[in-house]
Nanobody, 120 residues
Framework: EVQLVESGGGLVQPGGSLRLSCAAS????????MSWVRQAPGKGLEWVSG????????DYAESMKGRFTISRDNAKNTLYLQMNSLKPEDTAVYYC?????????????WGKGTLVTVSS
């Protein structure tokens, strides 16, 4: 059974940083790309970032470029999202998602999410 468990969310002041983690199990982690998606209060899902199966290729939504960094540790079956210079509009539930292939072009499993609140 595929399981994705996010952690690391919380309350942070504007301009602050957080690092999210996603522990994966139930599949061969290094055979699949992974992504982060988020859902702000009252809004739809928004793709945040993706990383290829080996970490060699990454991509970000325009508003996250230069502030967020996605990474993975295949030895630990863990996905990360380092978020810097956080803004109130980054407030959302953040989900990690498993891709359907080695490239981030489709997702088939999501975790339950971790809440990030950016507020003073």
């Amino acid at each position: 059974e595929v399981q994705l468990v996010e952690s690391g969310g919380g309350l942070v002041q504007p301009g602050g940083s957080l690092r999210l983690s996603c522990a994966a199990s139930g599949f061969t982690f290094d055979d699949y790309a992974m992504s982060w998606v988020r859902q702000a209060p009252g809004k739809g899902l928004e793709w945040v970032s993706g990383i290829s199966w080996n970490g060699a290729s990454t991509d970000y939504a325009e508003s996250m470029k230069g502030r967020f960094t996605i990474s993975r540790d295949n030895a630990k079956n863990t996905l990360y999202l380092q978020m810097n210079s956080l803004k109130p509009e980054d407030t959302a539930v953040y989900y990690c998602a498993k891709s359907t292939s080695r490239w981030f072009n489709g997702m088939d499993y999501w975790g339950k999410g971790t809440l990030v609140t950016v507020s003073s």
